[in-house]
């Protein structure tokens, strides 16, 4: 009697995953980054959400599509430093990018698609 109790757990699990697969992506792209959440850049195809922990700056481009290949980039520099990027295809977000600003500003990029966000310097 085990073998079918097994199999039933299985598939019932399957099915669940199934069903909060998708947005369990999208959350988990909020808790990529470290910190408190400093910024949030909305743009036409999604956001880019920049967080704050010990003189760190995280950034993580999200997809309002989530679960399609699309091209995504998001970008953070320290005033003063090299920019530090992930770019590539991806189904639910580009990023985390971390970089150590110490108190300098800032500049954040995301691009989803064929639209993009630019902050200007922030966080000074």
């Not at 959440?37 to 993580?60: I, P, Q």
């Not at 699309?70 to 953070?76: N, R, W, Y």
């Not at 110490?102 to 993009?116: A, D, E, M």
């Amino acid at each position: 009697m085990r073998g079918p109790v097994v199999i039933a757990t299985v598939l019932g699990a399957s099915g669940l995953v199934a069903l909060l697969g998708p947005g369990l992506h999208s959350a988990d792209a909020a808790e990529l980054c470290n910190g408190r959440k400093a910024r949030t850049l909305h743009f036409r195809t999604g956001e880019v959400r920049v967080y704050r922990d010990k003189g760190y700056v995280c950034a993580v481009a999200v997809a309002d599509r989530a679960g399609t290949p699309q091209a995504m980039s998001v970008t953070v520099q320290a005033r003063g430093s090299a920019a530090v990027a992930d770019k590539g295809t991806f189904k639910y977000h580009a990023g985390p990018v971390k970089v150590h600003a110490g108190h300098r500003c800032v500049w954040v990029r995301g691009k989803i698609g064929n639209k993009s966000v630019s902050s200007g310097w922030i966080l000074c």
